[in-house]
């Protein structure tokens, strides 16, 4: 299997711009999650899907952010507008029902 | 009170030393536990899971879990530079949240 997928890697936009991020997780895995990561909060969790069902996006900072899972084999992160205090790797990470989540590469986001 | 606290370091040891990183959590109901390494610029790597108490040996890591305390460690011997890393602690809380540490930063020093 080719991991869990991440596009794009890097993402360099202007303020007020939509940014879209992709994420492809492990065939089979129930469980979807977007991350963020900065230095200052460390890795946390924006919001989780089981079976392509949104369990708990308690950890999205506001209504500029939105995510979606069409399917079992795509997922969405959707900000709009973008802000500098956006800025941040966001990742994607895919687990199977009780067990341990497996991270994909990480988008990198800077918004100007 | 943070679901999962850990000594951000950072923590140095001489190569060839044990490293010893801890984490203490907040659910008591929480079942899996989980160290992660994420080497810098790079996404968070599995290196060892625990689901009961006691020791739990992989090759130079033992992860150490007493739930009476609420307590993980994770213990490196023989250090080497590679291990150079930040180290995550994660905890599955009983709704299957994930919920990681700020990690603790460990330089291996040859």
């Known amino acids: 299997d080719a991991g869990v997928i991440q596009s794009p890697r890097h993402e360099v936009t202007e303020m007020g711009q939509e940014v879209t991020l992709r994420c492809k997780p492990i065939s089979g895995h129930d469980y979807l999650f977007w991350y963020r990561q900065t230095m200052m909060r460390g890795l946390e969790l924006l919001i989780y899907f089981n079976n392509n069902v949104p369990i708990d996006d308690s950890g999205m900072p506001e209504d500029r952010f939105s995510a979606k899972m069409p399917n079992a084999s795509f997922s969405t992160l959707k900000i709009q507008p973008s802000e500098p205090r956006d800025s941040a790797v966001y990742f994607c990470?895919?687990?199977?029902?009780?067990?341990?989540?497996?991270f994909g590469p990480g988008t990198r986001l800077t918004v100007l | 009170q943070k679901e999962v606290e850990q000594n951000s370091g950072p923590l140095s040891v001489p190569e060839g030393a044990i490293a010893s990183l801890n984490c203490t959590y907040s659910d008591r109901g929480s079942q899996s536990f989980f160290w992660y390494r994420q080497y810098s610029g790079k996404s968070p790597e599995l290196i060892m899971s625990i689901y009961s108490n006691g020791d739990k040996e992989d090759g130079r890591f033992t992860a150490q879990l007493n739930k009476a305390s609420q307590y993980v460690s994770l213990l490196i011997r023989d250090s080497q530079p590679s291990d150079s890393a930040t180290y995550l602690c994660?905890?599955?809380?009983?709704?299957?949240?994930?919920?990681f540490g700020t990690g603790t930063s460990l330089t291996v020093i040859p």
């Open positions: 990470a895919s687990s199977p029902l009780r067990h341990t989540q497996y």
């Open positions: 994660a905890v599955r809380a009983p709704g299957n949240q994930f919920y």
